[in-house]
């Protein structure tokens, strides 16, 4: 099962980083070699960080608590739409709204506001209101389930957040750290590792390496699911006081590590003019 986790990363490319003349050093640690100008990523590195991922995933789904991804690029879109959307997990697509976690209660209140007119559109199609405010009415449901809809169904703070590219989430990032959530993403060798609790060094601009990625982490939140069922589980902590603290002691050790198969296998020549964009 290991091996064929492997060969799937490294067929999606994850374990092409950016090119070396824009990388972050804090990423030394994750990245096995250079081809052509392009950095590649340890797939021992990548590995590690998503089995410890799902590991933790599946043990706070378990305890009753949710987990909220995040991936608002264009390559992230459609595949947390459509894998977390079957796992019945919570997901930011469209824009992240400041204060989505540290102003929980007025978020609360919006989707509150998004059932009032979906309510009303059910009932009558807003035929009763002037064709001004049936307009006004429209536009305003439109951007509330547009930038919602993926949260629509969370009532409580989040256990955890995955984000998908450091760099374009770091607004969601520093939101959960302040409130002491645990934080997991995806990084290329452009990120700050320190943003996150749970890294996984990997390609984050390519679909095929993120929809590898996520599958594998709702793989997580089914089995927690499964077991939050069977112990009959409950959120416990949490509601709007937020999630546990960061699981510093689950994560991955930063460290140099010895050559392995996998970074053999990952060392694989890149094409000339191959970019990770």
Known sequence: MANTLVQDLIEAGIHFGQR???WNPKMGAYIYGKRNGIHIIDIKETVKGLLLAKKFIAKTVASGKDVVFVGTK???KSVLEQRVGDAKMHYVTERWLGGTLTNFRTIRLRLKRLEELEAIQNSDNFASYSKKMESQLKRELA?????LDGIRKMDKLPG???AIDVKHEVTALKEARKLGIPTIALIDTDGDPELVDIPIPGN??????IDV???ELCLAVVDGKQARTMTGGDSGPGGEDGGSGPGRGDQPRRSRRPQTRAGEMASQEVPEGASAQ
Request: cysteine-free; proline content about 0%.
């Open 213 to 215: 990625v996520v599958r």
């Open 143 to 147: 951007k509330i389930k547009r930038n």
């Open 160 to 162: 955890a957040i995955v």
């Open 20 to 22: 070396a003349s824009g």
């Open 204 to 209: 984050d601009d390519s679909m095929k390496s």
């Open 74 to 76: 264009r390559q992230a």
